[in-house]
């Protein structure tokens, strides 16, 4: 039990969409379906349950990853502070579960939903790991969780991003990038990954070197959040031209 813990993994290595992998994003993709039968079934009483479930889950299982970083005394400020964009809405979507928070609602929807899932779809950042071992499982439970919460909130709860929701959410994405960019320089750290490219393999291998890749990005993320966007956008478009002129 205890190699499961381990900061030095010994078992075999992370196969990119093999069995365990699959298994995985199969999991979290049952349970975001699940939604959509239970949201006829469930009242208030058992979606403010749910609601605090998935705050406390997602607590603690960011909690834990902290505490395991620091037993194995690799917790330090140049890249455990949690301002890297899922770190920061996996605290802050905790708080909206709560309150039900829509500003926090949209910065989930957008950023949290696509970046989760670029992180399940490729966990670059814990794939020295594999299944059962806890740096895995704990990175595939936060994403997961944090998926399962935009599709939640959207599906049960009746949230709903906006065009103005768009245009919130990239342009203070913008502004957040930028502060994150002096804090890099101040203290060494590579938060958003917009100082250089990650010394582990990931998609920005795929772009061009620094700092064009960060132009790249900002492309990437405004058709991500387009495409997050379009079935809202389709939906206005029939309900507008249902309306009688």
């Known amino acids: 039990m205890e190699k499961y813990f381990a900061l030095l993994y010994e ?18 993709t049952v349970f975001c379906f699940s939604y959509l039968y239970f949201r006829t079934i469930w009242g ?29 005394g690799i917790w330090d400020v140049q890249t455990m502070l949690p301002l890297h964009m899922c770190a920061v809405l996996i605290w802050s979507s905790a708080y909206m579960l709560i309150t039900k928070n ?4 949209e910065m989930v929807y957008f950023i949290g939903l696509g970046g ?11 794939a020295a790991y594999n299944f059962p071992h806890f740096r895995i499982m704990q990175t595939f439970i936060a994403h ?14 009746g949230f709903r991003p906006t065009l103005q929701s768009f245009k919130r959410v990239f342009i203070w994405t913008n502004i957040y990038m930028v502060i994150i960019f002096f ?63």
């Not at 078992?11 to 069995?19: D, H, K, Q, R």
């Not at 829509?102 to 609602?105: A, F």
């Not at 997961?144 to 709860?157: K, P, Q, R, S």
């Not at 990650?198 to 620094?210: E, G, I, S, V």
């Open 116 to 126: 989760a899932m670029q992180a399940v779809l490729t966990p670059a950042d814990a």
């Open 144 to 157: 997961g969780l944090l998926i399962n919460i935009a599709i939640y909130m959207t599906v049960v709860e």
């Open 102 to 105: 829509y500003t926090i609602y």
């Open 183 to 245: 804090l890099n320089l101040a203290i060494g750290s590579n938060y958003l990954f917009i100082a250089y490219k990650p010394d582990f393999p990931t998609l920005l291998d795929m772009l061009a070197p620094w700092p064009w890749y960060i132009i790249e990005l900002e492309v990437i993320g405004f058709v991500i959040f387009f495409i997050l966007y379009i079935p809202f956008l389709v939906r206005d478009w029939r309900t507008k031209a249902q309306i009688p002129s």
């Open 44 to 72: 208030e009483k058992e979606r403010k349950i749910v609601r605090w479930v998935f705050a406390i889950a997602i607590v603690l299982n960011e909690s834990s990853l902290h505490i395991w970083s620091l037993y194995w």
């Open 11 to 28: 078992g075999t290595s992370f196969e990119l969409f093999g069995t365990q992998h699959l298994t995985a994003l199969a999991i979290i």
